[in-house]
Every structure is written in structure tokens, then in C-alpha cells.
């Protein structure tokens, strides 16, 4: 399940089963969404991206929808495995006149048992 | 090999001490930048380079001074170190001028003060 308060929000999954990991992002004038995955003493490694054109893409075992009506992000990962525990991070170019810089999450951590 | 690279990796240092952190890519992208990541996974954007050039600071104290000597090279250096310091460093870097877009990170520098 997910914890929140002063912890990182954690989901714990069983081997096998399927993720969801959500994000509520905050501009909606954002139009390009990325999600990244951090492991252990690593830094964000990019795992999939979407432009606001779009409300669904696939890569291989992850998909990404985005709802701009509600503005959520989510990315689901399929027969999760040990090795996709990590932190997950979904990212917005939040369009403004700052530079369009990409704005993080906070952040939820995965946990897979075996 | 390594796309991003930053030394040091670990980087351990008294209050009032001044210190360096290097970052190089050999990508061939014009972007690049330095992420602050606190102690509960947040990341926040500290500095952009477009080559060589500045385009992007944030709301970062005067003690942490970027300095871009080339396009392939951002290094980040800090004076007069604080506990508040303390906290995890990422270089990342981008193909074109654009700052929204994907980003490549190095594997960090875990910066403690004490």
C-alpha cells in the first residue's frame, strides 16, 4: 500500500504483479511529461516520456497515460521485477516564461518482493 | 564510457569550508545543469548553462558559483560550506537549448557538511 505524510510515499508490489504510480502534476500548462527512475546511489535514469498531445504511450513493460482533465500522470509497470525497485519520478515542462525548465515530483518509492 | 560524469562521488567537508564539484559529458549536448536532491528525494534546479552561457538561476545563495569553461564542462563551486549544504548534487545535461526536455544525469555527489 502507500504511506504519505514526511516519508517518501511508498508502493509495495509482489513480484510478478502489476504498478501503478501516480502523479498529480500542477500547471496545466505543461506539455511534456517525463517519468524518471532513480535507483540506489544512482542518479534519474529516463524511462518514458509524453507530450500533451497524447494521452497514452508504450514502451517495453511501461505505459504512461496522462488525464489533462484532472491533471494526473500515471505510469503503470507490467509483471513487475526486483530490479524495477527504485524511487520514481514524473517530471513536467511546466511552459512558463522561467525557461520552460522541467519541475520534479516529489517522488515515490517502489518496493518489489519477491 | 559514462555519459555524465561528476567526481566527487562522496564528498565530506567541516562548516566554512570551500569545495568543488566537477561535471563533464561526452554527449555532445549544449545544456547543462545542476540538480539539488534533499534528504527526502526532492529535486530542484540550481543552475542551467547553455554553452557556456548562463540561462537559468535559481533562487541559490551567492556562495555557489557555476562556472561553465567549455560545453562539455559545468563545475559547481561552493564557498563558506553550511549543514544546510549537505545534501545530494546532480549534473544532467540536455541535446539542445531547450531546458525542458530530457535529461541525462550523472550519478551524483553526496555532499555532507558537518
Known amino acids: 500500500g502507500e504511506s504519505v505524510g514526511l516519508h517518501l510515499p511508498t508502493l509495495s508490489v509482489q513480484e510478478g504483479d502489476n504498478s501503478i504510480i501516480n502523479c498529480a502534476y500542477s500547471?496545466?500548462?505543461?506539455?511534456?511529461f517525463i517519468w524518471y527512475k532513480q535507483e540506489s546511489g544512482k542518479g534519474p535514469q529516463f524511462i518514458i516520456d509524453?507530450?500533451?498531445?497524447?494521452d497514452k504511450r508504450q514502451g517495453q513493460r511501461v505505459t504512461v497515460l496522462l488525464n489533462k482533465t484532472v491533471k494526473h500522470l500515471s505510469l503503470q509497470i507490467a509483471a513487475t521485477q526486483p530490479g524495477d525497485s527504485a524511487v520514481y519520478f514524473c517530471?513536467?515542462?511546466?511552459?512558463?516564461?522561467?525557461?520552460?525548465?522541467?519541475?520534479f515530483g516529489g517522488g515515490t518509492r517502489l518496493m518489489v518482493k519477491p | 564510457d559514462t555519459a555524465v560524469s561528476q567526481t566527487p562521488k562522496y564528498l565530506v567537508t567541516q562548516m566554512g569550508n570551500d569545495k568543488s564539484i566537477k561535471c563533464e559529458q561526452n554527449?555532445?549536448?549544449?545544456?547543462m545543469y545542476w540538480y539539488k536532491q534533499d534528504s527526502k528525494k526532492f529535486l530542484k534546479i540550481m543552475f542551467s548553462?547553455?554553452?557556456?552561457?548562463?540561462?537559468i538561476n535559481e533562487t541559490v545563495p551567492n556562495r555557489f558559483s557555476p562556472k561553465s569553461p567549455d560545453k562539455a564542462h559545468l563545475n559547481l563551486h561552493i564557498n563558506s560550506l553550511e549543514l544546510g549544504d549537505s545534501a545530494v548534487y546532480f549534473c544532467?545535461?540536455?541535446?539542445?537549448?531547450?531546458?525542458?526536455?530530457?535529461?541525462?544525469f550523472g550519478s551524483g555527489t553526496q555532499l555532507s557538511v558537518l
Open positions: 544532467a545535461s540536455s541535446p539542445g537549448r531547450w531546458v525542458g526536455e530530457k535529461l541525462f
Open positions: 500547471n496545466s500548462a505543461s506539455d511534456y
Open positions: 509524453i507530450r500533451s498531445n497524447m
Open positions: 517530471a513536467e515542462n511546466n511552459g512558463d516564461n522561467a525557461g520552460n525548465m522541467l519541475t
Open positions: 554527449l555532445g549536448h549544449d545544456t
Open positions: 548553462y547553455n554553452n557556456k552561457e548562463l540561462i
